[in-house]
């Protein structure tokens, strides 16, 4: 007889696939058959990639590894394995509606495994397959934008955000998480000692960034550091990514930006980058209570009143509208809206292991990646936390990635 606690478990997982599944289908049902194959940057596969990707994790992890199940399609696996075919071969993909059936099929196998897994020993890798779809997804919306399909600006009417700092006090905090969820670069929890410092309430806005681009910014190589204006110089680079001109005066968040531009305009304002260590202490850490939650605002679990996020506008928004969503420290837009960079390389914890294999994270623990922490209005609901990390070479900005500086 199963117990009451596995039942739940299993009821939770199966919401949760079939959820985020929701939205994977919605996006291949929406897309136009040249953006399905089309690669829209040398650095990212096509979006059917993507999809049949989902398809074979799932079916390798879940059917194969756990269930010890026989390979389907396997004359497909050198193309939709991650370590398979360079990006640039990808887009010789089969139809749309194949890479439908594939999804359904694995998926309808996957659930009838489920209803007799023994999920209480397996379900931190259901729930690290729930993310792998939901990481995907984005990756999938990032895609879009360089294709150029946007929403539909939606207007807000608020009062203007004022730049201004908030003071974080010195002292201990638990940095990473071990919760079941959890990846294995957030892992183990280390106890860290952190100085004050001062973090921008808001990301940087589109209003603040143009005052850096007039200043002349992108001309002076004193802002930049060396490696930065190489690949400034080398790339032509002379406004943000995404950047737009009809909200320069706007209290939306900059975003496109390279961790470079992200730097050169902090030295700008005399100013920097945060460490993610000073990010997430910002994000969990409660001064008063000296406690810290999940969440910038608590143990809550993240919804629409409070963040803008699981594509539920698919555009950014002001840095001021969701002050339900606010820190204890007092800070906004600690998650959803943009990535934020950070100053921080990516590296493993005191204690890393790797899980589910070591290409997932240890792989980049190059020195070459840095870390950008509080996800996107893209960022699906299983992948947003305070100690999710994310990680990029520095001259990316082809991502849904802003900023917020420190002092």
């Not at 000073?278 to 629409?304: H, I, V």
Request: net charge negative.
């Amino acid at each position: 007889m199963k117990s009451s606690y596995t039942q739940s478990v299993k009821t939770e997982i199966e919401q949760d696939l079939y959820y985020c599944r929701e939205l994977t289908l919605n996006t291949l049902a929406q897309l136009e058959l040249e953006q399905f194959y089309q690669q829209a940057h040398p650095d990212f596969s096509p979006i059917g990639w993507h999809l049949g990707h989902i398809a074979f994790t799932e079916a390798y992890w879940i059917l194969e590894y756990l269930g010890g199940f026989p390979t389907l399609f396997g004359e497909y696996k050198r193309l939709f394995a991650a370590d398979g075919l360079p990006k640039a071969q990808r887009q010789n993909l089969p139809s749309p509606g194949f890479i439908r059936d594939y999804l359904n099929l694995v998926r309808d196998r996957v659930l009838d495994y489920l209803n007799k897994a023994p999920v209480e020993q397996q379900e931190r890798l259901w729930r690290w397959l729930i993310q792998h779809e939901s990481q995907h997804g984005e990756t999938i919306e990032i895609i879009l934008h360089l294709l150029g399909v946007r929403t539909p600006q939606k207007q807000f009417d608020l009062p203007p955000a004022v730049p201004q700092m908030v003071k974080i006090p010195e002292g201990e905090f638990w940095l990473g998480n071990e919760d079941i969820s959890a990846q294995d670069n957030e892992r183990p929890r280390n106890l860290v000692y952190v100085d004050s410092y001062n973090l921008d309430q808001y990301p940087v806005t589109c209003a603040q960034y143009h005052q850096f681009i007039t200043a002349g910014g992108y001309d002076q190589p004193h802002w930049w550091s060396e490696s930065g204006w190489l690949w400034k110089q080398s790339h032509a680079i002379t406004q943000p990514l995404y950047w737009q001109e009809s909200l320069i005066n706007s209290y939306y968040p900059v975003y496109g930006v390279s961790y470079y531009e992200a730097q050169a305009y902090a030295r700008f304002l005399g100013k920097r980058l945060p460490t993610e260590i000073e990010w997430e202490k910002a994000a969990r850490w409660n001064p008063q209570t000296q406690q810290q939650s999940p969440y910038p605002w608590g143990e809550q679990l993240p919804d629409p009143s409070r963040c803008n996020y699981h594509l539920n506008l698919r555009q950014p928004t002001p840095v001021n509208a969701y002050p339900l969503g606010k820190s204890s420290t007092g800070c906004y837009d600690l998650l959803g809206n943009v990535w934020e960079w950070t100053d921080s390389d990516f590296v493993g914890y005191p204690g890393f292991v790797s899980y589910p294999y070591q290409g997932y994270s240890q792989t980049y623990f190059d020195g070459q990646h840095k870390v950008l922490r509080g996800g996107s209005w893209a960022t699906r609901s299983w992948a947003l936390r305070s100690s999710f990390r994310n990680w990029y070479y520095p001259s990316v900005r082809q991502i849904l990635a802003g900023f917020r500086c420190a002092s």
